[in-house]
């Protein structure tokens, strides 16, 4: 029943600009604490940001400046706004249904197929 899906990656020049969408359905949205996660081919899925329910934010030092979380709850749409890509930041993005304690973002059961982003030099 519960369905996330990426979307808004491509392919963009160093210090360029994308925008990730997740569209969720199956899930009380405005309940959940939402991330985003990625992964580089033979590499572990890592945390990117979060938001909680009442949209407290964090965010993995690699990407903090740069990146902006955000959540539509009326929509229930997670976004993720990257700006200034680095190539590091190459990876297939996740979003998934969170939970948040203390600092720590826990990942639960639900995670949506991934859409890759690919930044050049």
């Known amino acids: 029943q519960v369905h996330l899906a990426e979307s808004g990656g491509g392919l963009v020049q160093a210090g360029g600009s994308l925008r990730l969408s997740c569209a969720t359905s199956?899930?009380?949205?405005?309940?959940?604490?939402m991330g985003w996660y990625r992964q580089a081919p033979g590499k572990q899925r890592d945390f990117v940001a979060g938001?909680?329910?009442?949209?407290?934010?964090d965010y993995a030092d690699s990407v903090k400046g740069r990146f902006t979380i955000s959540r539509d709850n009326a929509k229930e749409t997670l976004y993720l706004q990257m700006n200034n890509l680095k190539p590091e930041d190459t990876a297939v993005y996740y979003c998934?249904?969170?939970?948040?304690?203390?600092?720590?973002?826990?990942?639960?059961?639900?995670w949506g197929q991934g859409t890759q982003v690919t930044v050049d030099s």
């Open positions: 938001i909680t329910s009442g949209s407290d934010t």
């Open positions: 199956g899930s009380k949205f405005r309940l959940n604490s």
């Open positions: 998934a249904i969170v939970v948040k304690h203390g600092s720590t973002w826990i990942p639960g059961l639900y």
